[in-house]
């Protein structure tokens, strides 16, 4: 098993920046792949971001180009960096750990307590 931390979310204007941390225990973290979900009020959950066990990484067409996901494993931490923000980006961020399967990210029920991101001026 392995417990998920995350933390960095808050308010910000348009256009401003915030970096997420998932900060991961219990397992061997570097084992998993990870990835960032976002859910937005009365909207379903979607995967924003993922990076496997190599450092791959993918991205929701919305966010590509804005948002950027790495890894430490030496920390146990993986990151969301999402500048040029705009108020759809606004949502509950959760952290996963998971795997990938043909190219697709799969989630594991490893799951956060979530970070929640405001942009508004």
């Known amino acids: 098993q392995v417990q998920l931390v995350e933390s960095g979310g808050g308010l910000v204007q348009p256009g401003g920046s915030l970096r997420l941390s998932c900060a991961g225990s219990g397992s061997i973290f570097s084992y998993y792949s990870m990835g960032w979900y976002r859910q937005a009020p009365g909207k379903q959950r979607e995967l924003v971001a993922s990076?496997?066990?190599?450092?791959?990484?993918n991205y929701a067409d919305s966010v590509k180009g804005r948002f950027t996901i790495s890894r430490d494993n030496a920390k146990n931490t993986v990151y969301l960096q999402m500048n040029s923000l705009i108020p759809e980006d606004t949502a509950d961020y959760y952290c996963?750990?998971?795997?990938?399967?043909?190219?697709?990210?799969?989630?594991?029920?490893?799951w956060g307590q979530g970070t929640q991101v405001t942009v508004s001026s």
């Open positions: 996963n750990a998971g795997t990938y399967g043909r190219g697709h990210y799969s989630p594991y029920n490893y």
């Open positions: 990076i496997s066990r190599g450092g791959s990484t």
